[in-house]
């Protein structure tokens, strides 16, 4: 039995959905930082679409895991970025610059290995 191509494509989609998020709170947040303040707004708004994306991400790897027969380590990954996306919500909400921005160049580190896995695996077979 393999897992269910909806669920693949699910978690390609949202994944690289969430990487394009990633790539452009970095985008908002440099041209922020350089003088247009109005890209805060933008930033925070996006912030809030990107992590709701991820959370969806986290339900498409758990569904290929459980009952897709898949492995359970991308269920795991997309747990460990919902945390490190958490804490980066919360320090950016306190400025806490320092520690905010090179946590989000860890994520989407982490984001854009996961997304290109999702590319790149199979369809998980059972024997």
């Known amino acids: 039995m393999t897992s ?44 809030g679409v990107t992590h709701s994306l991820l959370y969806l991400q986290l339900v498409a790897a758990i569904l290929l895991w459980r009952p897709g027969r898949g492995p359970a380590w991308p269920a795991l990954a997309s747990l460990g970025i919902v945390v490190a996306e958490t804490v980066q919500v919360m320090l950016g909400q306190d400025r806490v610059l320092a520690l905010h921005f090179p946590l ?24």
């Open 4 to 47: 269910p191509n909806w669920i693949v494509w699910s978690l390609r989609a949202l994944a690289t959905a969430h990487l394009a998020g990633v790539l452009a709170q970095a985008a908002l947040a440099g041209l922020f930082v350089t003088g247009d303040v109005d890209l805060l707004t933008w930033h925070r708004n996006n912030g």
């Open 104 to 127: 989000g160049m860890a994520i989407f580190g982490m984001s854009a290995v996961f997304t290109g896995w999702t590319w790149r695996m199979r369809r998980a077979s059972a024997s």
